[in-house]
């Protein structure tokens, strides 16, 4: 039987096989949407409660506050995103493939949610940021270290890389692209941007194999 109304483990993102069941799933979701739309902190449990048109009495029973809620929010989202990240990229058996999925899903993200909530989310509630980006580093360095060793059997990837420093340089670029102050709420130039950088790590890290099916994706020859 499931158990509603579970707090999140504090370790990690929700484990839960019986989400689709949980009233949290909603809630969290449209929570998400609000803080998305109007900022992390200009929505109250005034706003989420007439959202959901649910008694802050209810809403209540779900979570503490409001730091409760957008710390199960974040880490509710993470989970959902990193799943999708995880499974769509590792459709492609390809290591370059997979890399261009994964350019895929970040624009994608960008898109949706660009930087308008992580901001806020490291001024007002530190501990939830904090969360976020180890996370994020360990999931975005994983996922790195396994395409670099799929792409070295592969034959893509020249075997004499260091793994782990390229997979830190590779993960600190994406990262720094995605969240430049700078580049503004222009999640096409973002994408640009990342897509470009994407070129250039492939390109440092290719063989001549890797490099001619490069090629092929760029200019595809016609039948």
């Not at 290591?95 to 960008?110: C, K, T």
């Not at 996922?143 to 997979?167: F, M, P, S, W």
Request: glycine share 4%.
């Amino acid at each position: 039987m499931c158990i509603k109304a579970r707090p999140l483990p504090p370790e990690g993102p929700l484990e839960n096989p019986c989400m689709e069941n949980d009233p949290r799933h909603s809630i969290l979701t449209r929570s998400m949407e609000l803080f998305q739309r109007f900022g992390l902190r200009a929505v109250n449990m005034d706003d989420v409660s007439r959202e959901l048109a649910m008694s802050k009495k209810t809403l209540y029973t779900f979570f503490t506050n409001k730091s409760d809620l957008v710390d199960q929010a974040a880490k509710f989202l993470f989970s959902i995103k990193s799943k999708q990240f995880i499974e769509q990229a590792s459709l492609h058996e390809n290591a370059i493939d997979e890399l261009f999925e994964v350019q895929r899903i970040q624009e994608e993200v960008l898109k949706n949610y660009g930087t308008r909530l992580l901001f806020p989310l490291k001024k007002y509630h530190p501990e939830t940021y904090d969360w976020v980006l180890k996370a994020r580093r360990e999931m975005m360095l994983d996922a790195t270290i396994k395409n670099l060793e799929r792409g070295i059997q592969q034959k893509l990837y020249r075997d004499d890389l260091h793994v782990l420093e390229v997979a830190l340089i590779r993960y600190n670029t994406m990262v720094g692209l995605m969240e430049d102050p700078e580049m503004g709420d222009d999640a096409s130039r973002r994408g640009e941007v990342l897509k470009y950088s994407l070129h250039m790590h492939l390109r440092s890290i290719a063989t001549a194999q890797g490099l001619a099916y490069l090629q092929e994706l760029q200019f595809p020859k016609s039948k």
